[in-house]
């Protein structure tokens, strides 16, 4: 399917955000998620499907002073 991550289109098969994060290399990665604007916490990535045309989020924490 068709998504948009952070601005770019990709093309992902798994049907799930955690199926998609895995995919996509970032699958054990400390990130925050959101899809469609709408945050999603790590405790429900495996159950949060994906459609296509859906858009995602992926930020990972920023270290540094």
């Known amino acids: 399917m068709k998504i948009e991550l952070n ?3 990709r093309d992902v098969t ?7 994060l895995t ?3 970032w699958g054990v ?3 925050a998620t959101a ?3 709408n945050f999603v916490p ?6 949060t499907p994906l459609k296509d045309g859906d858009r995602l989020e992926v930020l990972a ?3 540094g002073g």
Not at 42 to 47: E, F, G, I
Request: net charge neutral.
């Open 7 to 9: 601005g770019e289109a």
């Open 14 to 20: 798994g049907p799930t955000l955690a199926d998609a």
């Open 35 to 37: 899809v469609n604007g």
């Open 42 to 47: 790590k405790t429900v990535r495996a159950q």
């Open 23 to 25: 995919e996509l290399g």
């Open 29 to 31: 990665a400390r990130v």
């Open 61 to 63: 924490p920023m270290q």
